[in-house]
């Protein structure tokens, strides 16, 4: 992890104290994202903004389960930017270019047509992996995201080797 996103990690645990559920998806997400990214050979700008998304992507969930009473994807893209984009401000150090970025994957991340970039398709695949164990899916889901979703290679790799993969 960048030295400057260590903060920010330790801002959004503090975002979610108490709820160690989605403490631990924001862990997986991030650690699956962050070695796609170097796996992926991404340049250290966008494995950096990645990284942060990564950190960030489900901000929104609060504030969705507030006021909408639900935490669905649409209503975490709605919320989410507007929390990230403050968690990153109270951490400081990140340029307004950087802090956009992030407030637009996190505001996409459950969007998967027009995918703009490799750290919006990562943090799509590093999601993905993780919902698709904490749901329990069966191996016909996994299969259906690997043949629509997925895009990169170690993305493909991984998925095969925890879902598909038989021993």
Known sequence: ????????????????????????????????AAAIGRLEDLDEETQFILEAAAILH????????????????????LEGP??????MRQVGGYTEAQIER????????????????PDYQILVEADFLVNLDE???????????????FKTETGKRMLTDIFLSEQ
């Not at 489900?58 to 893209?77: M, P, R, T, W």
């Not at 749901?135 to 979703?149: L, M, P, T, Y």
């Open 1 to 32: 992890m960048h030295k400057q996103n260590a903060p920010l990690f330790a801002a959004m645990l503090h975002y979610d104290r108490g709820d160690a559920m989605r403490i631990q998806h924001l862990v997986k997400v991030h650690g699956y």
């Open 58 to 77: 489900d901000v929104g969930i609060h504030v969705s389960l507030e006021k909408y009473g639900s935490s669905a994807g649409k209503y975490q893209e």
């Open 82 to 87: 507007a929390e990230a984009e403050m968690l």
């Open 102 to 117: 992030v407030k637009y994957l996190v505001g996409h991340h459950h969007t998967y047509s027009d995918i703009d970039g």
């Open 135 to 149: 749901n329990a899916s069966e191996c016909e889901a996994a299969r259906s995201v690997c043949d629509k979703i």
